[in-house]
């Protein structure tokens, strides 16, 4: 087919509607495009449950095997699944999923060898511009004199093994845990890794069923725990884990049913992994997490680094600073030992290790992680995107003690709150980020700010 990639191929991955905007010819011509600009000559892939993966993914393999790549199917899996696969087999890799996406999409997330990323500046322009100019009928090269095998290969053992090669939880006390998969990965993984530990498991939607018929697959909507912060009370459980669909995310609900705020689980988890590291090291956060984060980190020997909104900017700081974790509002965790990718089930077993290993409850054990008030991230739409920014820099630069910061939108800082604007790439959206030292502080400057965008 005749694609527009410029509604396809986004900052970080490939996502859009199959067959619509994408279909299994442009899915191999995506194999072979990936191998000509990462020159590989062996890749990894894998696939979550939505009805197309297994196809797609077998074109890309055709296409990057027509390429004289051989190619290792690692089948079913959760995208931190395919990461540890190319980080274990030292392979490039590309996992078919749209993550959190309603049911009708589908996507490539491809990695170099190692789990590096593959964004529009380490390859995926490049990948692009090969693409549209096969699928519009430009000469592919020759295909390869000798093409690439196809093997299959199971690796959801030795991905648990290696995870639980980083976290003690071999003393831990017996926890009853409630996992809603939302019918994604986490339904595939979380028995193997959490088989054999001392936790009595709850089961929620784990069967693997790519239309979501329970409810979308995304845990940062409030509407999409309310089943699991509901069930976490009436079995009377220490804690809920929540999956997104490619089970690369992981968001945690207290003994009472609150949504522990992914912050205060980076800042626990910063906490552990400085410790295992002898007390000190870099953790990576970006702007928008709370100011908790670089607090926790100084408190426990470590130096934080701030960085701008987005997975590839943290894994690009981890790389150059050989960072030991970073962290991000938005539930992703990414790990030095984990090849610098993001890991939900590693922050998972991270939580349960700390709540197993005394004996107050989550509430309280993450309270000390959790200093501030948020707003969580509201979004806006806006006429001129500049505009408004101006405006707020205008309204906010006339009073005292105020400070401007630009690494990433406008972050402006108060004594005792600051906020962060930031503009949509691809839609006329402004996002705002509230921070303030309690609930009534937050409320007053978030009503405010969003009085002067919203006209």
């Given at each position: 087919?005749?694609?527009?990639?410029s509604q396809l191929v986004k900052a970080y991955d490939?996502?859009?509607?199959?067959?619509?905007?994408?279909?299994?010819?442009?899915?191999?011509?995506?194999?072979?495009?990936?191998?000509?600009?990462?020159?590989?000559?062996?890749?990894?892939?894998?696939?979550?449950?939505?009805?197309?993966?297994?196809?797609?993914?077998?074109?890309?393999?055709?296409?990057?095997?027509?390429?004289?790549?051989?190619?290792?199917?690692?089948?079913?899996?959760?995208?931190?699944?395919?990461?540890?696969?190319?980080?274990?087999?030292?392979?490039?890799?590309?996992?078919?999923?749209?993550?959190?996406?309603?049911?009708?999409?589908?996507?490539?997330?491809?990695?170099?060898a190692g789990a590096a990323p593959v964004g529009q500046?380490?390859?995926?322009?490049?990948?692009?511009?090969?693409?549209?100019?096969?699928?519009?009928?430009?000469?592919?090269?020759?295909?390869?004199?000798?093409?690439?095998?196809?093997?299959?290969?199971?690796?959801?053992?030795?991905?648990?093994?290696?995870?639980?090669?980083?976290?003690?939880?071999?003393?831990?006390?017996?926890?009853?845990?409630?996992?809603?998969?939302?019918?994604?990965?986490?339904?595939?993984?979380?028995?193997?890794?959490?088989?054999?530990?001392?936790?009595?498991?709850?089961?929620?939607?784990?069967?693997?069923?790519?239309?979501?018929?329970?409810?979308?697959?995304?845990?940062?909507?409030?509407?999409?725990?309310?089943?699991?912060?509901?069930?976490?009370?009436?079995?009377?459980?220490?804690?809920?884990?929540?999956?997104?669909?490619?089970?690369?995310?992981?968001?945690?609900?207290?003994?009472?049913?609150?949504?522990?705020?992914?912050?205060?689980?980076?800042?626990?988890?910063?906490?552990?992994?400085?410790?295992?590291?002898?007390?000190?090291?870099?953790?990576?956060?970006?702007?928008?997490?709370?100011?908790?984060?670089?607090?926790?980190?100084?408190?426990?020997?470590?130096?934080?680094?701030?960085?701008?909104?987005?997975?590839?900017?943290?894994?690009?700081?981890?790389?150059?600073?050989?960072?030991?974790?970073?962290?991000?509002?938005?539930?992703?965790?990414?790990?030095?030992?984990?090849?610098?990718?993001?890991?939900?089930?590693?922050?998972?077993?991270?939580?349960?290790?700390?709540?197993?290993?005394?004996?107050?409850?989550?509430?309280?054990?993450?309270?000390?992680?959790?200093?501030?008030?948020?707003?969580?991230?509201?979004?806006?739409?806006?006429?001129?995107?500049?505009?408004?920014?101006?405006?707020?820099?205008?309204?906010?630069?006339?009073?005292?003690?105020?400070?401007?910061?630009?690494?990433?939108?406008?972050?402006?800082?108060?004594?005792?709150?600051?906020?962060?604007?930031?503009?949509?790439?691809?839609?006329?959206?402004?996002?705002?980020?509230?921070?303030?030292?309690?609930?009534?502080?937050?409320?007053?400057?978030?009503?405010?700010?969003?009085?002067?965008?919203?006209?």
């Amino acid at each position: 087919m005749v694609a527009d990639l410029s509604q396809l191929v986004k900052a970080y991955d490939v996502r859009g509607v199959v067959p619509d905007q994408w279909d299994a010819s442009l899915a191999e011509l995506f194999g072979a495009a990936f191998v000509q600009v990462t020159a590989a000559d062996a890749i990894v892939i894998g696939h979550d449950m939505r009805p197309t993966s297994p196809e797609l993914a077998g074109a890309f393999a055709r296409g990057a095997a027509a390429r004289g790549a051989d190619v290792t199917l690692i089948g079913l899996c959760s995208t931190d699944q395919l990461y540890y696969a190319s980080g274990a087999l030292g392979l490039p890799g590309a996992m078919f999923t749209a993550s959190h996406n309603p049911a009708r999409y589908n996507g490539i997330k491809m990695c170099r060898a190692g789990a590096a990323p593959v964004g529009q500046d380490t390859g995926l322009a490049e990948i692009r511009t090969l693409v549209e100019q096969w699928s519009d009928g430009a000469p592919q090269p020759a295909p390869a004199t000798a093409p690439g095998t196809i093997t299959e290969r199971d690796t959801l053992t030795d991905y648990a093994a290696h995870l639980l090669g980083l976290v003690d939880l071999t003393a831990i006390r017996p926890l009853k845990v409630v996992v809603d998969a939302g019918n994604g990965m986490g339904g595939h993984t979380v028995p193997t890794v959490f088989g054999g530990l001392p936790l009595d498991l709850v089961p929620m939607y784990f069967e693997l069923d790519g239309t979501f018929p329970n409810h979308e697959a995304n845990p940062l909507d409030p509407k999409n725990i309310v089943d699991l912060q509901a069930r976490v009370l009436a079995e009377g459980a220490d804690l809920g884990l929540a999956f997104d669909g490619d089970a690369d995310r992981c968001f945690v609900v207290d003994e009472r049913g609150a949504g522990v705020s992914p912050s205060a689980i980076t800042a626990l988890v910063a906490a552990r992994e400085l410790a295992r590291n002898g007390g000190e090291g870099i953790v990576i956060h970006n702007l928008i997490t709370s100011s908790s984060v670089p607090e926790v980190v100084r408190e426990n020997g470590g130096t934080p680094v701030r960085t701008r909104v987005g997975h590839s900017f943290i894994k690009t700081e981890m790389a150059e600073h050989g960072a030991i974790f970073g962290g991000e509002h938005s539930a992703h965790y990414y790990f030095r030992d984990f090849w610098n990718a993001d890991t939900g089930m590693l922050a998972a077993l991270h939580v349960l290790a700390a709540l197993g290993g005394q004996q107050k409850p989550l509430s309280e054990l993450v309270a000390e992680y959790d200093r501030y008030s948020g707003s969580g991230e509201i979004n806006s739409t806006v006429a001129d995107q500049t505009a408004s920014l101006t405006t707020i820099r205008k309204v906010y630069g006339a009073r005292d003690g105020i400070t401007f910061d630009d690494l990433d939108g406008l972050t402006v800082t108060a004594a005792d709150w600051w906020f962060n604007l930031r503009a949509s790439n691809t839609e006329p959206l402004l996002r705002l980020n509230v921070e303030a030292k309690d609930e009534k502080t937050m409320a007053a400057v978030r009503d405010e700010v969003l009085g002067l965008i919203r006209g």
